[in-house]
């Protein structure tokens, strides 16, 4: 069972910067696509971008330059998600994922992360 272990979540300024960690234990899934979603209190939840095994990420519309998704090129279970002028509609729960396809939440995910909570405040 792929386990994934997520850090770096909390709270900001407006304007901020985060950096969100995932680790895969399992290689299986990991070395295919990996990513972030996001959950907001009383929303729908919504990809924030997925990277896929040779590397290239996608990112939501709403992203708009201002987060970079990486992977680690060593071991490829590794991926940061740094996250820069943050605003108040980025606070939701962030989950990491592996085994997903694309940006599109109706795909099927194989394993989810437990969440990390990211707050910009005004």
């Known amino acids: 069972q792929e386990q994934l272990s997520e850090s770096g979540g909390g709270s900001v300024q407006s304007g901020g910067s985060l950096q969100l960690s995932c680790s895969s234990t399992m290689y299986t899934y990991s070395r295919d696509c990996m990513g972030w979603f996001r959950q907001a209190q009383g929303q729908e939840r919504e990809a924030v971008a997925t990277i896929s095994g040779d590397g290239r990420p996608l990112y939501n519309d709403f992203v708009n330059g201002r987060f970079t998704l990486s992977r680690d090129d060593d071991f490829r279970t590794t991926i940061k998600l740094r996250m820069g002028s943050l605003r108040p509609d980025d606070t939701a729960m962030y989950y990491c994922?592996?085994?997903?396809?694309?940006?599109?939440?109706?795909?099927?995910?194989?394993?989810w992360g437990q969440g990390t909570q990211v707050t910009a405040f005004a």
């Open positions: 994922v592996a085994g997903c396809n694309g940006l599109d939440p109706s795909n099927p995910i194989m394993f």
